[in-house]
């Protein structure tokens, strides 16, 4: 048996995540608190006792998410259940982040920093209003190519997120993205819904905040992860420092090719997923890509209780 661990990425956060961890265990609280200190605000608070429209702003959603699954995994790790158990780490989006704070590759501090900086970036990137994503349900991942390309009309739409075999996000210009939507149904999807995000990450149109990303990665410290990160533009393992830069870059505007990076590591001998942190999306997507494999998710005591019984 090989295990990969994997962690979430935005549209996970609930209020109260990682609460009861951090009552349960103090290695769990620790990670609040260096959080709360690196971004120089109570982000727990809002985390556990906030609002959900602020707390799903992307600014505190992404270093929200980050801090709740670091927390899961040390809690993991002090009841004997570490990265040692594990192949290979990965996550979905902000969740790269989160799986290079857990292979060591970045400090936490500077995890949450970085991630306070996306968050902010990706949201100012476009005006509000003027971009979108959808999700096609039932389509694949090249049919969901086909349908962006024909919806683009001169504008930005691309494939966003390849998620499970039945699962695409595409992103760009409200105008185009709304297109796409009527030609996926055309073409079969199941359903093809807008979604309530705040801006049309994953494309083209993200390109500011990848210069802003770039500027903010070239001054913090990246150091070679204790085991394969698989990593969101590429579906593959990396582990040398510059390239794990250059691919945070990528990954502002490149696709989230989860579905590939499922496979990769089904290929590389990966049979079970655990996946750390809030909610559980990311393994429903998995059991549909990989059908052999097992999952578990792990963002509250009781989880980790599960796992000793």
């Not at 400090?107 to 994503?133: K, Y």
């Not at 691309?158 to 939507?181: I, L, T």
């Not at 993200?206 to 913090?220: I, S």
């Amino acid at each position: 048996m090989s295990r990969a661990f994997v962690f979430p990425g935005q549209g996970a956060q609930t209020i109260g995540m990682g609460k009861a961890l951090a009552e349960a265990y103090p290695a769990a609280k620790s990670v609040f608190d260096e959080v709360d200190a690196a971004l120089g605000e109570k982000l727990s608070a809002l985390i556990w006792e906030g609002d959900i429209a602020e707390l799903t702003l992307t600014k505190n959603a992404q270093p929200a998410l980050m801090a709740t699954s670091i927390a899961a995994l040390r809690a993991l790790e002090s009841e004997g259940f570490g990265l040692d158990q594990a192949a290979f780490v990965a996550g979905h989006s902000l969740g790269e982040y989160s799986a290079l704070c857990a292979a060591g590759s970045l400090t936490l501090s500077d995890t949450a920093r970085l991630l306070r900086i996306r968050g902010q970036a990706m949201q100012e990137a476009v005006p509000v209003g003027e971009g979108a994503m959808a999700a096609l349900l039932g389509l694949d991942f090249e049919t969901a190519i086909a349908v962006a390309a024909e919806a683009a009309q001169g504008e930005v739409c691309q494939a966003a997120n390849d998620n499970d075999p039945a699962q695409v996000v595409v992103s760009g210009h409200k105008a185009a993205v709304e297109r796409a939507v009527e030609i996926a149904k055309a073409k079969g999807a199941k359903r093809a819904l807008i979604l309530p995000v705040s801006a049309p990450f994953h494309c083209a149109l993200m390109q500011p905040a990848a210069h802003v990303m770039a500027e903010a990665l070239a001054a913090v410290p990246i150091a070679k992860p204790g085991l394969p990160v698989v990593v969101n533009v590429r579906a593959e393992a990396v582990t040398e420092p510059d390239r794990i830069m250059d691919l945070l870059v990528a990954q502002v505007t490149g696709s989230v090719r989860w579905r590939e990076s499922v496979l990769w590591m089904e290929t590389a001998g990966v049979t079970e997923f655990w996946e750390i942190g809030a909610g559980k999306a990311l393994s429903g997507m998995i059991k549909r890509t990989a059908s052999g494999a097992t999952t578990r998710a792990i963002g509250t005591p009781d989880d980790i209780a599960a796992l000793k019984a």
